[in-house]
């Protein structure tokens, strides 16, 4: 069975340090999506993807922030300058044709 | 701002029993409900969704049931299982333009299925 898969499982960065978050969605999925949960709370939405431009951005999705998807398989997420806060499981996750997204196992980032 | 609230952060129940789990909702423009299960150091996997325009999807064990007039919905797993020991997650979906299907999610309920 397809599914969504996320590299690297785990990620340690120093404050101020650039990460890029990799996600290689389901291959016949047209929408793409992140998200994050900050340890013991809720999955918060920050970005959708569609016909190669952003649809939709949360407000947590600043500057700081940028998705690609590079090369047609790809689709990653950029933290320029993280910081401590930044800290979170981030899940990606593509859709077909709706509602049901499908998520994959997520990136643990730590931010030290 | 919590449009989806699952008040129970825990639940547990006897193998072979029915597991209900509740989730609330604010906004009436969501026209998707979905649960999503999640064990530790995974991502959510999807089990089940209802459209707005219905009050009952059903698959295998798994029930969801729809009050628009209360902005209520509830999962019902029967029989419960060992292997259902999750948390599980109730959100919501409504096409918001411009190709997004972004979810809004409850803070979720852990169930514990006893043997």
């Known amino acids: 069975e397809p599914e969504v898969t996320q590299t690297p499982s785990h990620q340690v960065t120093q404050m101020g340090q650039e990460v890029i978050l990799r996600c290689v969605p389901i291959s016949n999925h047209l929408y793409f999506y992140w998200y994050r949960q900050i340890l013991g709370q809720k999955v918060e939405f920050l970005v959708s993807?569609?016909?190669?431009?952003?649809?939709?951005k949360s407000e947590i999705f600043d500057d700081q922030f940028s998705v690609e998807r590079p090369d047609g398989s790809n689709f990653t997420l950029k933290i320029r300058s993280t910081k401590l806060e930044d800290s979170a499981m981030y899940f990606c996750?593509?859709?077909?044709?709706?509602?049901?997204?499908?998520f994959g196992p997520g990136t643990r980032l730590t931010v030290t | 701002d919590q449009q989806v609230k699952q008040n129970s952060p825990s639940l547990s129940v006897q193998e072979g029993r029915i597991s209900i789990l509740n989730c609330d909702y604010t906004?009436?423009?969501?026209?998707?409900f979905l649960w999503y299960k999640k064990y530790p150091a995974e991502g959510p996997t999807f089990l089940i969704s209802?459209?707005?325009?219905?009050d009952k999807n059903e698959d295998g064990r798994f029930t969801v049931f729809l009050n628009k007039s209360a902005k209520h919905l509830s999962l019902h797993i029967v029989p419960s299982q060992p292997g259902d020991s999750a948390v599980y997650f109730c959100a919501a979906s409504g096409y918001s333009g411009a190709g997004s299907y972004q979810l809004t999610f409850g803070k979720g309920t852990k169930l514990s299925v006893i043997p």
């Open positions: 996750a593509s859709l077909a044709t709706g509602p049901e997204q499908y």
């Open positions: 993807f569609y016909n190669n431009e952003i649809s939709e």
């Open positions: 906004n009436s423009m969501f026209d998707y």
């Open positions: 209802i459209s707005s325009i219905k």
